[in-house]
């Protein structure tokens, strides 16, 4: 029985450290995609009630963690989806920005 566990304990390592990476790089993903989101609502925010550092750094914060715990439950593929659609809107938006008089 343990000659049996030792064969199999390479397939093993490979699952888990590929599973680990997956993990890891969904993790990072949902932090960079939160950091950008709550960082840019943050700031209209701020200008829009002219308030200071401290609440912008509050906002960003809360909005990150927010957005992270909302991506919890997507896959990798899904938040380079949701990653893209941002940067459409956030485009367009300056685009209309641009063009408005």
């Known amino acids: 029985m343990a000659l049996a566990d030792l064969k199999n304990l390479p397939g093993q390592m490979q699952q888990a450290a590929k ?3 997956v993990t890891l790089t ?3 993903l949902r932090l960079i995609s939160g ?3 709550a960082l840019v609502l943050a700031l ?4 829009l ?5 401290l609440i912008l750094l509050f906002l960003t914060t809360l ?4 957005v992270y715990r909302l991506l919890r439950s997507l896959s990798i593929l ?8 941002c940067i459409l ?3 367009s938006l300056r685009m209309y920005i641009m063009l408005a008089p």
Request: aromatic residues 16%.
């Open 35 to 37: 950091f950008f989101v």
């Open 49 to 53: 009630t002219q308030s200071g550092t």
């Open 19 to 21: 599973s680990a990476s």
């Open 26 to 28: 969904q993790r990072f």
């Open 63 to 66: 909005l990150m963690l927010i």
């Open 44 to 47: 209209i925010t701020q200008e």
């Open 89 to 91: 809107i956030a485009v």
């Open 78 to 85: 899904q938040i380079f989806i949701f990653d893209v659609i």
